[in-house]
């Protein structure tokens, strides 16, 4: 059975950080691009990030290009997403999902992504 679980996310103020977490289970990372998307309310849910560890490639989007990284355990089939510099506008909620195809990985389009987790909330105050 896949399963996805994010944790890590919180109450943080302006500036501070975060560490999400990714626990995948099921299938191998090795074979999967991991992608982390969020959702804020009253909006639509857009790609954040995405790895593809066995190809070497990482996306970010242009919104948080130099502030997030991130990063992969295949040992423990793990994705993390270390969040710096955080505002106000990144409160959301963030999913994890994983796609099959490890290539094109900035497209970040939802329709692509086969197995997602259920989100875990970040807000950032001012």
């Known amino acids: 059975e896949v399963q996805i679980v994010e944790s890590g996310g919180g109450l943080v103020q302006a500036g501070g950080s975060l560490r999400l977490s990714c626990a995948i289970s099921?299938?191998?990372?090795?074979?999967?691009?991991i992608g982390w998307f969020r959702q804020a309310p009253g909006k639509e849910r857009e790609g954040v990030s995405c790895?593809?560890?066995?190809?070497?490639?990482?996306y970010y989007a242009d919104s948080v290009k130099g502030r997030f990284t991130i990063s992969s355990d295949n040992t423990k089939n793990m994705v993390y997403l270390q969040m710096n510099s955080l505002k106000p506008e990144d409160t959301a909620v963030y999913y994890c999902?994983?796609?099959?195809?490890?290539?094109?990985?900035?497209?970040?389009?939802?329709?692509?992504?086969?197995?997602w987790g259920r989100g875990t909330q970040v807000t950032v105050s001012s």
């Open positions: 790895i593809s560890s066995s190809v070497g490639n990482t």
């Open positions: 099921g299938f191998s990372i090795n074979n999967y691009a």
């Open positions: 999902a994983a796609r099959s195809s490890v290539w094109y990985i900035e497209t970040m389009a939802m329709t692509e992504y086969d197995y």
